[in-house]
């Protein structure tokens, strides 16, 4: 009777430890005697037909041949790759938003060939094998800091540690208002602030800021126009949105009366636009004191001064207004 022949091992690759099963393909397996993978004998074996046998890996490492014995003979060979385990030594960054999405790179050893990246017992969303020492992984969703792991048919690696960040949190930016030019230095307050990498008004980055603590960051606003919801982006993500408002600055129309004596206290009405937020009135350099009506209307009562005449503004949270001129009149003299 011809001796074994053997076609092929399937899998033919494995993990050092052994003990994983593989099917020998070929013919003339009747009352095989030995299996064996280089110089080791097979944990075990069983001819399933004269064509297949099912066998359970010894441990060993790199290549081996593959050989069956029958009283026939010997077979040819067949080579076995025993796949060391692969290892991980770094995951960069290492830490991101709960929602997942962020694309990290795991740095280790033996990759080639990795089926599965887990984060904590939750698959990678998607993974690239770029070498035997680095795959490229997206996040899946997650919370905490979980353990990280490759496996390729060398086995499962040890675990490197990712760290889910909650998104930030804003509760308030004070002032909430402020000229359209920008400028205007605000508080924003709420929680997870720390790493903050971005300020934004509306969709313009703030033109600087500052973060003071986890639950507050000093920023400069940046020129704009109407009502802007503000966010912060972290590592964790980017946060829920407070408003801020552009405010235009004031204009003044008219005063009436035109005129009024050099003593205090006259009664003078300024018409315009943005009045709304008026902070000082000033007749000179001198200030009045004010009632806001409107946003388009203030009464004002003229302070003492000179006969002449006098430029009168508004200075309201969005700057300062143009000028419009009162005259004093002496009082009459016998």
């Known amino acids: 009777m011809a001796p074994p022949v053997l076609t092929s091992v399937v899998p033919n690759t494995g993990p050092v430890a052994g003990t994983n099963p593989v099917t020998l393909n070929g013919s003339q397996f009747t009352g095989a005697t030995a299996v064996t993978f280089g110089s080791a004998a097979a944990l075990s074996y069983t001819v399933t037909t004269p064509s297949a046998i099912s066998a359970t890996v010894p441990p060993g490492t790199g290549t081996v041949?593959?050989?069956?014995?029958?009283?026939?003979g010997l077979s040819n060979t067949v080579t076995y790759t025993y796949a060391p385990a692969p290892t991980l030594s770094s995951i960069a960054p290492g830490q991101g938003p709960t929602s997942g999405g962020t694309t990290v790179v795991l740095t280790g050893t033996g990759l080639t060939g990795a089926t599965a990246v887990t984060f904590g017992s939750t698959p990678a969303t998607s993974f690239t094998v770029n070498s035997a020492t680095q795959i490229t992984a997206t996040t899946p969703a997650g919370n905490g800091a979980v353990p990280v792991t490759a496996t390729t048919v060398g086995g499962t690696s040890g675990a490197v540690f990712f760290s889910y960040l909650t998104a930030p949190s804003l509760l308030s930016v004070a002032p909430s208002q402020g000229p359209a030019s920008g400028?205007?230095?605000?508080?924003?307050?709420?929680?997870?602030?720390?790493?903050?990498?971005?300020?934004?008004f509306g969709?313009?980055?703030?033109?600087?800021?500052?973060?003071?603590?986890?639950?507050?960051?000093?920023?400069v606003s940046p020129a704009g126009t109407g009502t802007v919801p503000v966010t912060?982006?972290?590592?964790?993500?980017?946060?829920?949105?407070?408003?801020?408002?552009?405010?235009?600055?004031?204009?003044?129309?008219?005063?009436?009366?035109?005129?009024?004596?050099?003593?205090?206290?006259?009664?003078?009405?300024?018409?315009?636009?943005?009045?709304?937020?008026?902070?000082?009135?000033?007749?000179?350099?001198?200030?009045?004191?004010?009632?806001?009506?409107?946003?388009?209307?203030?009464?004002?009562?003229?302070?003492?001064?000179?006969?002449?005449?006098?430029?009168?503004?508004?200075?309201?949270?969005?700057?300062?207004?143009?000028?419009?001129?009162?005259?004093?009149?002496?009082?009459?003299?016998?």
Do not use: M, W
């Open 203 to 219: 969709s313009t980055p703030a033109t600087s800021f500052t973060v003071n603590s986890a639950t507050q960051i000093t920023a």
């Open 232 to 334: 912060v982006t972290g590592p964790g993500g980017t946060s829920n949105t407070v408003f801020y408002s552009y405010l235009a600055a004031p204009a003044l129309t008219a005063l009436s009366p035109a005129q009024g004596p050099t003593t205090a206290g006259a009664s003078v009405t300024l018409t315009g636009t943005g009045l709304t937020t008026a902070s000082a009135v000033l007749f000179g350099s001198t200030p009045a004191s004010f009632t806001v009506v409107s946003d388009t209307t203030l009464v004002a009562l003229a302070p003492a001064g000179p006969a002449g005449a006098v430029a009168v503004g508004v200075t309201t949270a969005a700057g300062s207004s143009n000028t419009v001129s009162y005259l004093r009149v002496a009082a009459p003299a016998i």
């Open 65 to 72: 041949n593959v050989t069956v014995r029958t009283p026939s």
């Open 183 to 200: 400028g205007t230095t605000v508080v924003l307050t709420g929680t997870g602030l720390t790493g903050t990498t971005s300020v934004t």
